[in-house]
């Protein structure tokens, strides 16, 4: 009887970045390691596969309601490794500095001096699979014709991971949940020329991911769990079409 629309489906995608890091040397450096560079070389893989599925309801006639639901699958693997390399020229150039000659350590027998590169570490391996599956619900009810008020709650999910450097290699991180709560009325005034629309927002996560430039966790640029945080707040937005080629908007919150 038209009272029910729903909509299903399916996606799948396969991300591969690729990323070589190199690291920068001065030959003005107080370091013994001024002339020795470090190319870190990272490979991940991402597989994604979801599945979801939503329904929306109208229970009176004034009255609607939103079920949804999503499952996802993200299959993650890595490589990666390091080579040292001994820029000749710039340790050169350090002594013209009057710096001490430059020393650098070795890898298995092998020294980056003499013998230009070595390989500093060996390629890592791993692989880890995240899934989750993610409600969402939604009330809505029309006071007027001009004014609907409406309440959902739903939950998100990102998956966990590890960081692609070899200092940072045993740092990973896991994955990160919220759920997510609205209160909100969207409505119309002088024949439709104005809208205002009002939302209130509550946020609750769950080991919220961040990337950090500096941390006691992690020697590089990384991301880490910080545990549980919850984000709440107020927005309005405001819409006036004043002339037919004049349309002012604002918005606090």
């Known amino acids: 009887d038209g009272r029910l629309d729903w909509v299903g489906g399916?996606?799948?995608?396969?991300?591969?970045?690729?990323?070589i890091d190199i690291d920068d040397r001065d030959a003005r450096s107080t370091t013994s390691r001024g002339a020795l560079i470090l190319n870190d070389t990272a490979h991940?893989?991402?597989?994604?596969?979801g599945v979801y599925f939503q329904?929306?309801?109208q229970v009176l006639e004034k009255?609607?309601?939103t079920l949804g639901a999503r499952y996802s699958r993200d299959e993650k693997s890595y490589t990666l490794s390091q080579v040292a390399i001994w820029d000749a020229a710039l340790a050169a150039e350090a002594l013209t500095y009057g710096r001490p000659a430059l020393t650098a350590p070795t890898y298995n027998g092998c020294s980056p001096i003499t013998s230009g590169q070595c390989v500093s570490q060996a390629p890592i391996n791993g692989r880890d699979t995240f899934a989750s599956f993610t409600p969402r619900f939604a009330l809505t009810y029309d006071?007027?014709?001009d004014v609907m008020i409406y309440a959902s709650a739903s939950k998100g999910f990102k998956s966990g991971g590890t960081n692609d450097s070899v200092a940072d290699i045993n740092t990973p991180f896991?994955?990160?949940e919220l759920w997510a709560y609205e209160l909100g009325a969207r409505?119309?005034?002088f024949?439709?020329?104005?809208?205002?629309?009002a939302t209130y927002f509550k946020s609750d996560y769950t080991n919220k991911q961040v990337t950090v430039a500096a941390s006691p966790n992690c020697a590089n640029r990384c991301t880490e769990n910080i545990g549980d945080a919850k984000i709440d707040g107020l927005e309005v937005d405001v819409l006036a079409q004043v002339t037919r080629g004049l349309q002012l908007s604002a918005s606090v919150g």
Request: proline share 5%.
């Open 10 to 19: 399916f996606f799948f995608s396969v991300e591969e970045p690729f990323s």
């Open 44 to 49: 991940q893989k991402t597989k994604s596969l």
């Open 55 to 57: 329904a929306d309801f």
């Open 63 to 65: 009255l609607g309601a």
């Open 143 to 145: 006071l007027t014709d």
């Open 174 to 176: 896991s994955p990160e």
């Open 187 to 189: 409505t119309k005034f």
């Open 191 to 197: 024949n439709d020329r104005v809208q205002v629309n």
